[in-house]
């Protein structure tokens, strides 16, 4: 009898029990596979909805990004959206609204929780109304009184809630949570160091110069490059630079992108050595902010003063105490243009959080010549601080190598305390019932902002009714109606459709600032009724707003900018806190109403 073959088929009956076997291991492989394949669809998905988060980096501040992504039962895309600016519709709501039918019985993929900063749960409310059934969230809300109220609220209405990172695992969503990291690590660092996030960005030749021996920089690096640099400056709330560079190299620092975000420009120098001449003191684009120390050149502050720019004095100059400041003045990212000596400085005071090097192909040599990085204290290879999420990316000519010199923190970072980042007035706790602060995204009582998100509709003078699309809208506009000039009407038109509140005021400050003659002459004895009026709108439209606001009886409502001495208290609580004023004028008017009623 021949010998079967190894490589002969053998065709038999399989018994009973292997046969069971067998098919629960198919069965256990198909469930396996299924698990594999909803974790990768996840995957993709949230790495999406973090993808379009970025798109609005700089315009949202001092909010996180937010993107959506809507997918139907069988995985495919349907719908997406971010929030483009403060003040405007949640990605949740945009991405329903895109998806439509389809989105019914389908999954969204959110790269965040979402805020409830104005009492609407708007997104929420978009995505039970769209009929989601399952909603994967990347990151829970890193702000305290914020985090799992809205995953509460999916759940309570029945939709199905899965965490990256605590209700799905695995390496691949794993890194879809690490994209969410990364599109808002600036709020994430920022709550955890107290400190707006900053990032130290310098270009250098290859052999580590910033300038030739004589100070000659332009350029090293490629329009490329330069080109990206105007996007990382579009990305942050101001940018940062010391005396020599103004000095040296006289910039402009604007963001040179057609419009939208422009960062503040920070001057920080000790003695004040500056020129009476320079590009930074034209204030027609976005101000300036010059940081010195206490005492420096009087006369020299008084000119700048006149010149309309801010001068701030600190008692000791340091970076630390800089951006502890700005932190104070709800700054959320800073970028640092600075030459070695103060990038030195930042990074020893632990303010650096990210930094980004443009290598140059070219050689420039010299003994002198500068470089990125001043002196540390350092004297052993074993002190360098090593970068951590290193990534190289060509650009031009030029490479870009980026990295962080901090972790993005893991764990929910914990807030200042309203009495740490805002304090009015040292005799008083922020924590007794008797005071209400409002300002930033952090605080539950946003909603009370003119920059909230909440559309009035408002007669103007011939007694028709328009629709604004927030209270800066209107009030901004309000500064040159009337006037009878094109210019001023095509202003208060731009300043309508304007997409965000911060863009209305940015519009208007600038009109007002560039052009003050097409401000209304009796502007500045109507712009409380104006403010006034728009409020009592806002808050009678939205029943939520007008019980949020009684429900505030017998306590001082108080607008905590450290900087807005008119509508705001002030850093010190020198500040006249108009809004906060007007709002305790409509409340006693509501409540007035109801009792007359009751």
Same mark, same amino acid.
């Given at each position: 009898?021949? /010998?079967?073959?190894? /490589?002969?088929?053998?065709?038999?009956?399989?018994?009973?029990?292997?046969?069971?076997?067998?098919?629960?291991?198919?069965?256990?492989?198909?469930?396996?596979?299924?698990? /594999?394949?909803?974790?990768?669809?996840?995957?993709?998905?949230?790495?999406?909805?973090?993808?379009?988060?970025?798109?609005?980096?700089?315009?949202?501040?001092?909010?996180?990004?937010?993107?959506?992504?809507?997918?139907?039962?069988?995985?495919?895309?349907?719908?997406?959206?971010?929030?483009?600016?403060?003040?405007?519709?949640?990605?949740?709501?945009?991405?329903?609204?895109?998806?439509?039918?389809?989105?019914?019985?389908?999954?969204?993929?959110?790269?965040?929780?979402?805020?409830?900063?104005?009492?609407?749960?708007?997104?929420?409310?978009?995505?039970?109304?769209?009929?989601?059934?399952?909603?994967?969230?990347?990151?829970?809300?890193?702000?305290?009184?914020?985090?799992?109220?809205?995953?509460?609220?999916?759940?309570?209405?029945?939709?199905?809630?899965?965490?990256?990172?605590?209700?799905?695992?695995?390496?691949?969503?794993?890194?879809?949570?690490?994209?969410?990291?990364?599109?808002?690590?600036?709020?994430?660092?920022?709550?955890?160091?107290?400190?707006?996030?900053?990032?130290?960005?310098?270009?250098?030749?290859?052999?580590?110069?910033?300038?030739?021996?004589?100070?000659?920089?332009?350029?090293?690096?490629?329009?490329?490059?330069?080109?990206?640099?105007?996007?990382?400056?579009?990305?942050?709330?101001?940018?940062?630079?010391?005396?020599?560079?103004?000095?040296?190299?006289?910039?402009?620092?604007?963001?040179?992108?057609?419009?939208? &975000?422009?960062?503040?420009?920070?001057?920080?120098?000790?003695?004040?050595?500056?020129?009476?001449?320079?590009?930074?003191?034209?204030?027609?684009? =976005?101000?300036?902010?010059?940081?010195?120390?206490?005492?420096?050149?009087?006369?020299?502050?008084?000119?700048?003063?006149?010149?309309?720019?801010?001068? =701030?004095?600190?008692?000791?100059?340091?970076?630390?105490?800089?951006?502890?400041?700005?932190?104070?003045?709800?700054?959320?990212?800073?970028?640092?243009?600075?030459?070695?000596?103060?990038?030195?400085?930042?990074?020893?005071?632990?303010?650096?959080?990210?930094?980004?090097?443009?290598?140059?192909?070219?050689?420039?040599?010299?003994?002198?010549?500068?470089?990125?990085?001043?002196?540390?204290?350092?004297?052993?290879?074993?002190?360098?601080?090593?970068?951590?999420?290193?990534?190289?990316?060509?650009?031009?000519?030029?490479?870009?190598?980026?990295?962080?010199?901090?972790?993005?923190?893991?764990?929910?970072?914990?807030?200042?305390?309203?009495?740490?980042?805002?304090?009015?007035?040292?005799? =008083?706790?922020?924590?007794?019932?008797?005071?209400?602060?409002?300002?930033?995204?952090?605080?539950?009582?946003?909603?009370?902002?003119?920059?909230?998100?909440?559309?009035?509709?408002?007669?103007?003078?011939?007694?028709?009714?328009?629709?604004?699309?927030?209270?800066?809208?209107?009030?901004?506009?309000?500064?040159?109606?009337?006037?009878?000039?094109?210019?001023?009407?095509?202003?208060?038109?731009?300043?309508?459709?304007?997409?965000?509140?911060?863009?209305?005021?940015?519009?208007?400050?600038?009109?007002?600032?560039?052009?003050?003659?097409?401000?209304?002459?009796?502007?500045?004895?109507?712009?409380?009724?104006?403010?006034?009026?728009?409020?009592?709108?806002?808050?009678?439209?939205?029943? &939520?707003?007008?019980?949020?606001?009684?429900?505030?009886?017998?306590?001082?409502?108080?607008?905590?900018?450290?900087?807005?001495?008119?509508?705001?208290?002030?850093?010190?609580?020198?500040?006249?806190?108009?809004?906060?004023?007007?709002?305790?004028?409509?409340?006693?008017?509501?409540?007035?109403?109801?009792?007359?009623?009751?």
């Amino acid at each position: 009898m021949a /010998l079967s073959s190894p /490589l002969m088929r053998v065709s038999c009956s399989p018994t009973p029990a292997s046969a069971a076997a067998a098919t629960t291991r198919s069965n256990n492989n198909n469930k396996n596979n299924n698990f /594999l394949c909803t974790h990768a669809l996840d995957a993709v998905h949230i790495r999406r909805a973090a993808e379009l988060a970025d798109k609005s980096a700089g315009f949202t501040s001092p909010h996180p990004n937010f993107g959506c992504v809507i997918a139907t039962q069988s995985g495919k895309v349907a719908g997406e959206g971010f929030l483009y600016a403060q003040g405007t519709k949640p990605a949740e709501v945009l991405a329903a609204e895109a998806a439509g039918n389809f989105s019914r019985r389908g999954t969204a993929y959110l790269n965040m929780e979402p805020g409830d900063c104005h009492g609407d749960h708007a997104a929420v409310s978009a995505l039970v109304q769209a009929g989601i059934e399952r909603v994967v969230i990347g990151l829970r809300h890193p702000l305290q009184h914020l985090r799992g109220n809205s995953i509460r609220a999916l759940r309570s209405e029945g939709l199905q809630v899965h965490v990256l990172g605590e209700d799905l695992n695995g390496k691949l969503i794993e890194e879809a949570r690490k994209s969410c990291l990364l599109v808002n690590a600036p709020l994430i660092c920022r709550a955890a160091s107290r400190v707006p996030f900053s990032v130290l960005k310098y270009a250098m030749t290859l052999d580590g110069k910033i300038a030739a021996s004589s100070g000659h920089a332009s350029w090293i690096s490629s329009r490329t490059s330069r080109n990206r640099v105007f996007e990382l400056r579009g990305r942050s709330d101001a940018v940062i630079v010391g005396g020599n560079t103004v000095r040296r190299d006289n910039p402009r620092l604007t963001a040179r992108h057609g419009g939208g &975000h422009m960062p503040m420009r920070i001057v920080m120098s000790q003695t004040l050595d500056l020129p009476e001449e320079a590009n930074l003191w034209d204030f027609s684009d =976005v101000s300036t902010i010059v940081v010195t120390q206490r005492g420096a050149r009087k006369r020299f502050q008084k000119f700048l003063a006149s010149k309309g720019i801010e001068v =701030v004095e600190f008692d000791i100059l340091n970076p630390r105490e800089v951006m502890e400041y700005f932190h104070d003045r709800g700054y959320l990212s800073v970028l640092w243009e600075c030459g070695g000596t103060l990038a030195a400085a930042a990074i020893s005071s632990g303010v650096i959080h990210k930094v980004f090097a443009f290598v140059a192909p070219k050689i420039i040599g010299g003994k002198n010549a500068p470089t990125p990085v001043g002196e540390l204290g350092m004297v052993e290879m074993s002190q360098a601080l090593d970068l951590i999420d290193v990534c190289y990316e060509q650009v031009g000519p030029d490479m870009l190598i980026s990295g962080f010199l901090q972790p993005i923190p893991d764990a929910t970072p914990v807030i200042p305390s309203v009495d740490e980042t805002y304090e009015i007035d040292p005799t =008083v706790t922020p924590y007794e019932s008797r005071i209400i602060f409002f300002y930033k995204t952090w605080d539950p009582y946003g909603a009370f902002s003119n920059f909230s998100p909440h559309a009035i509709k408002i007669p103007d003078a011939s007694g028709d009714y328009a629709t604004w699309l927030s209270v800066e809208h209107y009030y901004q506009a309000q500064k040159f109606v009337g006037v009878d000039d094109p210019v001023a009407r095509d202003g208060v038109e731009n300043i309508k459709s304007a997409k965000s509140p911060e863009e209305a005021a940015r519009i208007g400050r600038s009109m007002q600032r560039q052009q003050p003659d097409l401000v209304r002459s009796d502007w500045e004895s109507v712009k409380i009724e104006v403010m006034y009026r728009a409020l009592k709108c806002k808050f009678s439209i939205y029943p &939520h707003l007008n019980s949020m606001l009684l429900s505030t009886a017998g306590s001082v409502l108080v607008e905590a900018s450290p900087h807005d001495l008119f509508w705001g208290g002030g850093r010190d609580g020198e500040g006249l806190n108009y809004l906060g004023r007007l709002l305790m004028q409509l409340r006693s008017e509501f409540l007035g109403e109801s009792h007359t009623s009751s």
